[in-house]
């Protein structure tokens, strides 16, 4: 089956530690994207990256870090330099192209207490 | 300002009526016109997907764009409990660094009630 797929589904951690969450998909596509949403707030972009070992902020990086080194991975880095970061985190990956629709995947919750 | 405004609802509806959902934005260089579908805990899908003006209908669902007025709508016919979810309206531009970006309404949160 081809897809996006988030891993953990649930990841609790302590506040001051960084933690990274993995994204990976098998669909061939060249761009990938990270979102964060909060209750009550549509996605925000956090990073995307439109090519392998490439990759640009979007509107609220500062205290996320990323890196693609491979077509299929796009994990996402939680540093303790983020000020709120339990919230629900999604992967999305879409082909090169300004037309084309973004596959998302199943996120994951992130609680920092 | 934000680039694309939605009422956030919630909007509570019997089975069986016509829902409206409704996306305004600010941008006129958006092409590409989206709505998405999430489930509770879960990641959107992808339901309707438009280029430029115009109407699109799939099955039950609906699609309006108004570029004149940046406007754009869905529509629901006999609505099912199964329609009970989070709506997000998207869209992108054409051209520009921006390639591939959405920018996303805030979602409407829809309860079908039997």
């Known amino acids: 089956d081809g897809g996006i797929t988030q891993s953990p589904k649930y990841l609790f951690r302590k506040e001051g530690q960084n933690v990274t969450l993995s994204c990976e998909q098998n669909?061939?596509?060249?761009?990938m994207y990270w979102y964060r949403q909060d209750p009550g707030q549509g996605l925000r972009l956090i990073y995307y990256s439109q090519i392998v070992n490439d990759f640009q902020k979007g509107d609220i990086a500062e205290g996320y870090s990323v890196s693609r080194e491979k077509k299929e991975s796009f994990p996402l880095t939680v540093t303790s330099a983020q000020k709120n970061p339990t919230a629900f985190y999604l992967c999305?990956?879409?082909?090169?192209?300004?037309?084309?629709?973004?596959?998302f995947g199943p996120g994951t919750r992130l609680t920092v207490t | 300002q934000k680039e694309v405004e939605q009422d956030p609802g919630p909007l509570s509806v019997p089975e069986g009526a016509i829902v409206s959902l409704n996306c305004t934005y600010s941008n006129s260089a958006f092409q590409y016109f989206m709505w998405y579908r999430q489930y509770s805990r879960k990641g959107p899908e992808l339901l309707m997907y438009t280029y430029s003006s115009g109407n699109k209908e799939d099955g039950r669902f609906t699609a309006q764009v108004d570029k004149s007025s940046k406007y754009i709508s869905l529509f629901i016919r006999d609505s099912q409990p199964s329609d009970s979810a989070t709506y997000l309206c998207?869209?992108?531009?054409?051209?520009?660094?921006?390639?591939?970006?959405?920018?996303f309404g805030r979602g409407t949160q829809l309860t079908v009630w039997p």
């Open positions: 999305a990956s879409s082909s090169q192209g300004e037309s084309d629709e973004q596959y």
């Open positions: 998207a869209m992108s531009e054409v051209g520009g660094s921006t390639l591939g970006r959405l920018y």
């Open positions: 669909l061939n596509h060249d761009a």
